[in-house]
C-alpha cells in the first residue's frame, strides 16, 4: 500500500513553524574562516532571506520540478538559497565549492540546470579560491544555463558577464541587490510527498558521479527524526557539524535535521588545524557546543598533534560526540572520548550513506542502559532492518559473523531513484541482492548482535579464502607511533588469491590519496598496486591529485 500526501514545501517545517513560535531563537551560527568572526541568523532573518530569494527565483523564470545548482561554501545565504529552492518546489543540486570547473561542469550538464547561484571567492584555511571563476570555466560547456546569481564572501571584484546591454541577455547578477527588490512573503509550493526536495551527486567507483534523489517527505522526516535522537538534541542545544554543506552530512545535519528540530546550527567555513590545530574546540568554547559531529580522517590528524591543543579550552557544554564518514579506528575512538569528551560523551559512531538520506546504523545513547562498544556503529535505527548476506547471497542468520550489508525494508530516508538513470539505480542498489537494498559496505555482527562496518566491499581483501576487512588491518598499523594514517589495499597473488598490501608501512608516503570529504580512494590505490593507471576511474572527487602522483612515483622505485 502506498500513501501519499500533499503537503506544504518542506521549508514551512524548517522556518514558518519555529517563526511563529521563536522568531528570535538563532538558527545558523556561520562560523567563518576567521576565528571569533561568527555571524548569527534568527530564524526570523533566515525566513526572510529564503522568501527574497524564493521571490527572487520566481520572477526570473525557476519553476517547479527545475533544479537549481549552488556551488557555495557553507554560509546563510547558500542555506537559505536550498530552502528557497525547497520553498518555490524546485530541486536544489549543491556541488561542492572544493570541486573542480570540470567536477561542476559535469554535474550541472547531468542536473540540466539553467540557474547556477555562487559566491564570488571562497576563504578557507586562510586561502582564497576562484568559485565564480571556476562557474565561468564550467558554463563553456553547459549550455542549459542561461543565469548566474552572486554572492560576495569577499570584497575582491569579479567579471560578470553581460552578454548584452539589454537586461534580459544579462547573465550573472548580484544576489544581494536582486533579493532586496523582492517581497519578504513567498507563498510555499504545494507538493507530493514524494517530489523531489533535492539531487545530490556521489560518485560511484567507476564511470560519472551518481545524482541521487531525495524527495520531501520522508527524507526530512527521517533526518529529523535521526538528529533527534542519535544526538540526544534537545530545545535550546547548539549543534556542530562540521562537515560541508556540499555532501550529504551537511544536508542532514547542518542543514534539514536541526532546522526541522527547531535548532541552532554551526555552518562551519574553515578547516580542522586553522590558524592553529586547537580551531575545534576553540569554537566549541566560543560557541557552546553541545554536540559535535565530525569525520574520523580529522580526529587522526588531530590526535597526532597532541592533546594540549584540546585541554586548551573549556569542553563542558559537549554532551554527544558524533563520528561519520569511514570507519572509526580505536585509537581515534579512544582519543575522541578520553580526551575530547573526558570520558563523559558518549561517541556516536553513525553508519550512512547518500543513499540512505539519514543515520542507519548507531548507539543511541540517550536510551537507558545503552550499551556502546568503541569502534561500533551498533546497533540499526527505528526502522532500518540490517541483513548480512554470504558470498551466494543467502541470508546470514547467526551471530559472530560477517557478509555483505543489506537493508531488508524500504525506510522514509532512502534515495527514490538516480536522476535520468532509474536503471542504473536498480543495477546498483536492488539488483546484486534481490529483493534487498545493497549498501556496497561489509559488516562484522557480534556475539550479542552488534554491528562493525568493515569498510567498501570493493575494498574487502580475501587472503586464502579468508575475508578481511581494510578497517580491520589498518586498525592495528594506525597503532605504531610512526604512522598517521595507513591504507590497505588487496593485490593480485597467485597463491593466496589476494595479498595485501599496506600504504605507508609496505610503502611509505607523506599524505593518502583522500576524497574531499576525508574518505581514502583505496580503489586508486588498488590499481597502482596492480600498475593499471588507465583504470583509475573518476577522480573528480580526489582532494590532492599530487598524493596520487607521488604514490606512484614511491611504488616505482620500490619495484
Ligand atoms: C554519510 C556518508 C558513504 C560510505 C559508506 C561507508 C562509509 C560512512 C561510516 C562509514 C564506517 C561509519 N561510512 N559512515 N564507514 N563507519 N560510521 O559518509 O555518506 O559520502 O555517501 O559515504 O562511507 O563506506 O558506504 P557518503
Given at each position: 500500500m502506498?500513501?501519499?500526501?500533499l503537503?506544504?514545501?518542506?521549508?514551512?517545517?524548517?522556518?514558518?513553524?519555529?517563526?511563529?513560535?521563536?522568531?528570535?531563537?538563532?538558527?545558523?551560527?556561520?562560523?567563518?574562516?576567521?576565528?571569533?568572526?561568527?555571524?548569527?541568523?534568527?530564524?526570523?532573518?533566515?525566513?526572510?532571506?529564503?522568501?527574497?530569494?524564493?521571490?527572487?527565483?520566481?520572477?526570473?523564470?525557476?519553476?517547479?520540478?527545475?533544479?537549481?545548482?549552488?556551488?557555495?561554501?557553507?554560509?546563510?545565504?547558500?542555506?537559505?538559497?536550498?530552502?528557497?529552492?525547497?520553498?518555490?518546489?524546485?530541486?536544489?543540486?549543491?556541488?561542492?565549492?572544493?570541486?573542480?570547473?570540470e567536477?561542476?561542469?559535469?554535474?550541472?550538464?547531468?542536473?540540466?540546470?539553467?540557474?547556477?547561484?555562487?559566491?564570488?571567492?571562497?576563504v578557507?584555511?586562510?586561502?582564497?579560491?576562484?568559485?565564480?571563476?571556476?562557474?565561468?570555466?564550467?558554463?563553456?560547456?553547459?549550455?542549459?544555463?542561461?543565469?548566474?546569481?552572486?554572492?560576495m564572501?569577499?570584497?575582491?571584484?569579479?567579471a560578470?558577464?553581460?552578454?548584452?546591454?539589454?537586461?534580459?541577455?544579462?547573465?550573472?547578477?548580484?544576489?544581494?541587490?536582486?533579493?532586496?527588490?523582492?517581497?519578504?512573503?513567498?507563498?510555499?509550493?504545494?507538493?507530493?510527498?514524494?517530489?523531489?526536495?533535492?539531487?545530490?551527486?556521489?560518485?560511484?567507483?567507476?564511470?560519472?558521479?551518481?545524482?541521487?534523489?531525495?524527495?520531501?517527505?520522508?527524507?526530512?522526516?527521517?533526518?529529523?527524526?535521526?538528529?533527534?535522537?542519535?544526538?540526544?538534541?534537545s530545545?535550546?542545544?547548539?549543534?556542530?557539524?562540521?562537515?560541508?554543506?556540499?555532501?550529504?552530512?551537511?544536508?542532514?545535519?547542518?542543514v534539514?535535521?536541526?532546522?526541522?528540530?527547531?535548532?541552532?546550527?554551526?555552518?562551519?567555513?574553515?578547516?580542522?588545524?586553522?590558524?592553529?590545530?586547537?580551531?575545534?574546540?576553540?569554537?566549541?568554547?566560543?560557541?557552546?557546543?553541545?554536540?559535535?559531529?565530525?569525520?574520523?580522517?580529522?580526529?587522526?590528524?588531530?590526535?597526532?598533534?597532541?592533546?594540549?591543543?584540546?585541554?586548551?579550552?573549556?569542553?563542558?557544554?559537549?554532551?554527544?560526540?558524533?563520528?561519520?564518514?569511514?570507519?572509526?579506528?580505536?585509537?581515534?575512538?579512544?582519543?575522541?572520548?578520553?580526551?575530547?569528551?573526558?570520558?563523559?560523551?558518549?561517541?556516536?559512531?553513525?553508519?550512512?550513506?547518500?543513499?540512505?538520506?539519514?543515520?542507519?546504523?548507531?548507539?543511541?545513547?540517550s536510551?537507558?542502559?545503552?550499551?556502546?562498544?568503541?569502534?561500533?556503529?551498533?546497533r540499526?535505527?527505528?526502522?532500518?532492518?540490517?541483513?548480512?548476506?554470504?558470498?551466494?547471497?543467502?541470508?546470514?542468520?547467526?551471530?559472530?559473523?560477517?557478509?555483505?550489508?543489506?537493508?531488508?525494508?524500504?525506510?522514509?530516508?532512502?534515495?527514490?531513484?538516480?536522476?535520468?538513470?532509474?536503471?542504473?539505480?536498480?543495477?546498483?542498489?536492488?539488483?546484486?541482492?534481490p529483493?534487498?537494498?545493497?549498501?556496497?559496505?561489509?559488516?562484522y555482527?557480534?556475539?550479542?548482535?552488534?554491528?562493525?562496518?568493515?569498510?567498501?566491499?570493493?575494498?574487502?581483501?580475501?587472503?586464502?579464502?579468508?575475508?578481511?576487512?581494510?578497517?580491520e588491518?589498518?586498525?592495528?598499523?594506525?597503532?605504531?607511533?610512526?604512522?598517521?594514517?595507513?591504507?590497505?589495499?588487496?593485490?593480485?597473488?597467485?597463491i593466496?588469491?589476494?595479498g595485501?598490501?599496506?600504504?605507508?608501512?609496505?610503502?611509505?608516503?607523506?599524505?593518502?590519496?583522500?576524497?574531499?570529504?576525508?574518505?581514502?580512494?583505496?580503489?586508486?590505490?588498488?590499481?597502482?598496486?596492480?600498475?593499471?593507471?588507465?583504470?583509475?576511474?573518476?577522480?573528480?572527487?580526489?582532494?590532492?591529485?599530487?598524493?596520487?602522483?607521488?604514490?606512484?612515483?614511491g611504488?616505482?622505485?620500490?619495484?
Amino acid at each position: 500500500m502506498c500513501i501519499r500526501f500533499l503537503l506544504c514545501s518542506r521549508v514551512v517545517n524548517c522556518l514558518d513553524r519555529h517563526v511563529h513560535t521563536c522568531p528570535e531563537r538563532v538558527a545558523l551560527i556561520w562560523e567563518r574562516d576567521e576565528p571569533g568572526s561568527e555571524v548569527k541568523i534568527t530564524y526570523r532573518q533566515l525566513l526572510e532571506m529564503t522568501c527574497r530569494l524564493g521571490n527572487m527565483l520566481r520572477r526570473r523564470g525557476v519553476r517547479k520540478g527545475d533544479c537549481v545548482t549552488i556551488y557555495m561554501p557553507p554560509c546563510p545565504l547558500a542555506v537559505a538559497s536550498m530552502l528557497a529552492c525547497a520553498r518555490i518546489g524546485a530541486a536544489h543540486n549543491v556541488v561542492f565549492a572544493g570541486f573542480s570547473a570540470e567536477a561542476l561542469a559535469e554535474r550541472i550538464r547531468d542536473a540540466q540546470s539553467s540557474t547556477v547561484i555562487t559566491v564570488n571567492q571562497g576563504v578557507r584555511g586562510g586561502k582564497v579560491t576562484e568559485l565564480k571563476k571556476a562557474v565561468d570555466t564550467a558554463l563553456q560547456s553547459c549550455p542549459t544555463v542561461q543565469q548566474v546569481f552572486v554572492a560576495m564572501r569577499t570584497e575582491n571584484p569579479v567579471a560578470m558577464t553581460a552578454r548584452d546591454i539589454v537586461m534580459e541577455e544579462v547573465r550573472d547578477h548580484y544576489v544581494i541587490q536582486e533579493m532586496q527588490k523582492e517581497d519578504l512573503v513567498c507563498e510555499p509550493a504545494a507538493m507530493d510527498s514524494e517530489d523531489v526536495l533535492f539531487l545530490l551527486y556521489t560518485s560511484g567507483s567507476t564511470g560519472k558521479p551518481k545524482g541521487l534523489v531525495h524527495t520531501q517527505a520522508g527524507y526530512l522526516l527521517y533526518a529529523a527524526l535521526t538528529h533527534k535522537y542519535v544526538f540526544n538534541y534537545s530545545d535550546g542545544d547548539v549543534f556542530g557539524c562540521v562537515a560541508d554543506i556540499g555532501w550529504i552530512t551537511g544536508h542532514s545535519y547542518s542543514v534539514y535535521g536541526p532546522l526541522a528540530n527547531g535548532g541552532t546550527t554551526v555552518l562551519f567555513e574553515s578547516t580542522p588545524i586553522y590558524p592553529d590545530p586547537g580551531r575545534y574546540w576553540e569554537m566549541v568554547q566560543r560557541l557552546k557546543i553541545n554536540q559535535f559531529y565530525g569525520a574520523p580522517t580529522a580526529l587522526r590528524l588531530l590526535l597526532k598533534y597532541g592533546d594540549q591543543w584540546v585541554h586548551k579550552y573549556d569542553r563542558s557544554t559537549l554532551k554527544t560526540l558524533g563520528s561519520v564518514g569511514e570507519p572509526i579506528n580505536t585509537e581515534a575512538w579512544e582519543w575522541y572520548h578520553r580526551v575530547v569528551g573526558d570520558g563523559r560523551c558518549p561517541v556516536v559512531d553513525t553508519w550512512w550513506q547518500t543513499e540512505t538520506g539519514g543515520i542507519c546504523i548507531t548507539p543511541r545513547p540517550s536510551e537507558p542502559d545503552a550499551e556502546i562498544v568503541p569502534g561500533m556503529a551498533m546497533r540499526p535505527f527505528f526502522g532500518i532492518e540490517p541483513v548480512l548476506m554470504d558470498t551466494e547471497g543467502k541470508v546470514l542468520t547467526s551471530n559472530d559473523t560477517s557478509g555483505a550489508l543489506c537493508i531488508a525494508q524500504p525506510w522514509p530516508g532512502m534515495a527514490r531513484t538516480i536522476h535520468n538513470d532509474h536503471q542504473r539505480f536498480t543495477e546498483t542498489y536492488c539488483q546484486p541482492y534481490p529483493g534487498y537494498f545493497f549498501t556496497g559496505d561489509g559488516a562484522y555482527r557480534s556475539k550479542e548482535g552488534y554491528y562493525q562496518i568493515t569498510g567498501r566491499l570493493d575494498d574487502v581483501i580475501n587472503v586464502s579464502g579468508h575475508r578481511i576487512g581494510t578497517a580491520e588491518i589498518e586498525d592495528v598499523v594506525n597503532q605504531y607511533s610512526a604512522v598517521a594514517e595507513s591504507a590497505i589495499i588487496g593485490y593480485p597473488h597467485n597463491i593466496k588469491g589476494q595479498g595485501y598490501h599496506i600504504m605507508s608501512f609496505s610503502q611509505f608516503v607523506h599524505r593518502l590519496p583522500k576524497t574531499r570529504s576525508g574518505k581514502i580512494m583505496r580503489r586508486v590505490l588498488r590499481k597502482v598496486v596492480e600498475q593499471d593507471l588507465n583504470g583509475l576511474g573518476d577522480l573528480s572527487t580526489l582532494d590532492d591529485p599530487a598524493a596520487v602522483e607521488e604514490i606512484i612515483q614511491g611504488h616505482r622505485e620500490l619495484c
